[in-house]
C-alpha cells in the first residue's frame, strides 16, 4: 500500500525558514517523480515543485521560485521542501504526490497524495 | 502558461441528479493530459480521472471524464451523497502543471 507522510509543518514568523518531509513507503520510491502541491486555507490547488526520481531535476511555480528548494534522498525514501524567506501568502497545507513516472515533465499526473502539513506564517 | 478555467464554481443538486463539470484551457492539452481530482472537506485529493476518460482505481463507473483539446468535461451520473465534494482539473501537458480553480458540487 503506497503511503506519503508529510511531517515538519507549523508556526514560523514572515522571513523565516522551514523544512517539510515527506516520508514515502509501499514503492520503490528512486523510480517517481514526486511534487508539492499546497492549499491556502479556502483556496484551490497551487502546485509549487516538482523532483525527478533519480537525476533530480527540479522545476519551481514562479511564485517560490529562488526561495523554495526541493530535494529527496532515496535512500531515506524521503522528499523534502525547504522553505526560505518565508511570506505570510506561503500559508498553506503542503501535500507530497507521488507522480506516475520518474521524470518531471509532460506526460506525467499524480497518483497518490499525504495527508497534507500545515504552514503557518505569522507574527 | 496553460491557464485552467473550472465552470461553474458551484454547482447545487440533489441526490440522484446528474452533475456536469467543465475544465477549459487557454491552449490546447495535447495527448488529452488532463486529470481531475476529487477533494472532500478535510482530505487530501484523490484522483479521478487521468488521460481525460480514464478512471482511477476505486470509482464507480457513474463517474465519467470526456473531451480534448481546450474542452473537457467530467460527469457524474446519479450523485450519491459521497460525491459532494470539490473537484479540480490539471493539465500535465506543459510546465507549469496547474490546477483549476475547482468546482464545488453541493447538496441542493
Known amino acids: 500500500e503506497v503511503q506519503l507522510l508529510e511531517s515538519g509543518g507549523g508556526l514560523v514568523q514572515p522571513g523565516g525558514s522551514l523544512r517539510l518531509s515527506c516520508e514515502a513507503s509501499g514503492f520503490t520510491f528512486s523510480n517517481y517523480g514526486m511534487s508539492w502541491v499546497r492549499q491556502a486555507p479556502g483556496k484551490g490547488l497551487e502546485w509549487v515543485s516538482v523532483?525527478?526520481?533519480?537525476?533530480?531535476?527540479?522545476y519551481y511555480a514562479d511564485s517560490v521560485k529562488g526561495r523554495f528548494i526541493i530535494s529527496r534522498d532515496n535512500s531515506k525514501n524521503t522528499l523534502y521542501l525547504q522553505m526560505n524567506s518565508l511570506r505570510a501568502e506561503d500559508t498553506a497545507v503542503y501535500y507530497c504526490a507521488k507522480r506516475i513516472y520518474p521524470g518531471y515533465g509532460s506526460g506525467s499526473y499524480h497518483d497518490y497524495w499525504g495527508q497534507g502539513a500545515l504552514v503557518t506564517v505569522s507574527a | 502558461e496553460i491557464v485552467l478555467t473550472q465552470s461553474p464554481g458551484t454547482l447545487s443538486l440533489s441526490p440522484g441528479e446528474r452533475a456536469t463539470l467543465s475544465c477549459r484551457a487557454s491552449?490546447?492539452?495535447?495527448?488529452?493530459?488532463l486529470a481531475w481530482y476529487q477533494q472532500k472537506p478535510g482530505q487530501a485529493p484523490r484522483l479521478l480521472i487521468y488521460g481525460a476518460s480514464s478512471r482511477a482505481t476505486g470509482f464507480p463507473d457513474r463517474f465519467s471524464g470526456s473531451g480534448s483539446g481546450t474542452d473537457f468535461t467530467l460527469t457524474i451520473n446519479r450523485l450519491e451523497p459521497e460525491d459532494f465534494a470539490v473537484y479540480y482539473c490539471q493539465q500535465y501537458y506543459a510546465s507549469p502543471q496547474a490546477f483549476g480553480p475547482g468546482t464545488k458540487v453541493e447538496i441542493k
Open positions: 523532483i525527478s526520481g533519480g537525476v533530480e531535476s527540479t
Open positions: 491552449q490546447t492539452i495535447g495527448n488529452s493530459y
